[in-house]
């Protein structure tokens, strides 16, 4: 049980309160930073571990999943999954600085939860040339997230829309020849937008869920039904797979911000760590699940995204199931790779390896922080801020190049 906030003295707190080590857990049993935080999720009403794990796999593997063998092909098939191993690391790195930082800051302030925004807002606090604009910093960390979140439902409503399209079409006719995607169609089909609208009521219904054990069973089914669905998609991979391998090991430099963009867009599940944390039944079982999790996502994404372009080589298309037969009931997606690249370029890469290095600096800068640390948090938003910058100047660049095509080859068509 949480001990009361009036028997808590924080008047000194930054000077008794270390920053902590880097391989210090999150939460250790019986320290004091875990009696003083108090959760909202502790005790019988709040998530389990398996729950919490299902939300966290269920939060991360998404259509960014999909993507990743052509982002591979855009790294190279040697320097593509290195880079997603390190990305890997280095996120969930970033996740765990992250809790560390809120739990340090909410036992401080004698808050029971902040929120990423809150956090950023009273760490720069701590900064005085940024103390009289932490209100920014706040503003600034929710409209990312808001970005993010708005461009993660974006494309999943344009592919459940368009998946679903897709198989009531096939349902609705018949295949002549599964080679030669011969198919005849029954009934007229409509445009995805009809499907959006099909779906816009349920979607406003799971919206108001607002507790996580609920969404449990949810989640499991989302699971396992994406689960079946990878199987498939891993039985044509390695099925296709031409010998020998003869594809390069290294991709072109101009594309790697496309990868980066892509690679940076499935991994960016930092949103979603704070509420979990904060929802479980025992809150110091989190670091468990959040390096079980991200270890299982890593060694999917890594395996996705090399058995894809393997299987498939130089023809992988934006999402791998484009390269599925039609009478796999493959996803028509047009541009989706762009997509992914641009919104992880945009937000994902400051949410999850800009901004929290830089919120465990102004954090505990005046708490002991060593010198290596501070370095290592500085090289970490660096590379966030260059896969920024250079990810979306190339999304944008290709979108446009692509789109004039596009309007030339119809303009040529009309003439």
């Known amino acids: 049980m949480a001990t009361p906030k009036s028997n808590i003295d924080f008047k000194n707190f ?36 398996f729950q919490t794990l299902i939300h966290l796999l269920k939060g991360n593997i998404g259509t960014g999943l999909l993507g990743l063998p052509l982002a591979v092909k855009n790294a190279g098939l040697l320097l593509g999954p290195f880079s997603l191993l390190a990305m890997g690391i280095v996120a969930v790195h970033c996740m765990n600085l992250l809790v560390k930082c809120v739990h340090h ?47 993660f439902c974006c494309v999943y409503f344009v592919f459940l829309s368009d998946n679903v399209k897709q198989v009531v079409e096939t349902a609705n006719g018949t295949t002549v020849n599964c080679h030669t995607n011969e198919t005849g169609v029954i009934v007229p089909s409509y445009n995805s937008r009809f499907y959006m609208l099909f779906f816009l009521p349920f979607i406003i219904v799971l919206v108001f869920i607002r507790n996580l054990k609920y969404l449990a069973p949810l989640s499991f089914f989302a699971n396992i039904t994406m689960c079946v669905s990878l199987v498939f998609i891993y039985y044509y991979c390695l099925t296709n797979i031409p ?3 003869n594809l390069p090991l290294a991709g072109r430099g101009v594309d790697y911000p496309l990868f980066f963009g892509t690679a940076i867009f499935a991994f960016e599940g930092i949103g979603v760590v704070l509420p979990l944390e904060n929802k479980m039944q025992n809150p110091k079982d989190f670091t468990m699940v ?7 996502v890593t060694a999917l994404y890594i395996s996705m995204g090399t058995i894809g372009y393997i299987g498939f080589g130089e023809h992988i298309r934006g999402s791998i199931t484009l390269n599925l037969p039609l009478c796999a009931l493959a996803v028509l997606i047009p541009e989706l790779d762009l997509v992914i ?23 505990f800068h005046n ?49």
Not at 124 to 151: A, D, P, Y
Not at 290 to 296: A, E, F, P, W
Not at 348 to 362: E, V
Request: hydrophobic share 40%.
């Open 290 to 296: 959040l390096y079980l999790g991200m270890g299982i």
């Open 105 to 151: 800051l909410s036992a401080k302030l004698g808050k029971p939860f902040l929120s990423y925004g809150d956090a950023v807002e009273h760490g720069m606090e701590n900064v005085s040339w940024l103390n009289r604009h932490s209100l920014w910093g706040r503003r600034v960390v929710n409209l990312f997230l808001n970005i993010t979140q708005l461009g």
């Open 367 to 415: 708490e002991g922080m060593k010198r290596w640390v501070m370095i290592k948090d500085v090289a970490i938003s660096l590379v966030g801020l260059v896969g920024f910058v250079a990810g979306t100047y190339i999304s944008i660049q290709e979108i446009i190049a692509r789109n004039s095509a596009r309007h030339n080859s119809t303009h040529i068509q009309l003439m």
């Open 341 to 363: 690249s641009l919104v992880g370029s945009v937000s994902s890469s400051a949410l999850a390896l800009i901004f929290p290095p830089l919120l465990q600096i102004i954090t």
């Open 243 to 245: 010998y020998p391998v």
């Open 14 to 49: 930054s000077r008794r309160d270390e920053c902590p080590a880097e391989d210090e857990p999150i939460l250790s049993p019986g320290s004091a930073r875990q009696t003083e935080y108090e959760r909202i999720g502790g005790g019988r009403t709040g998530s389990s571990f």
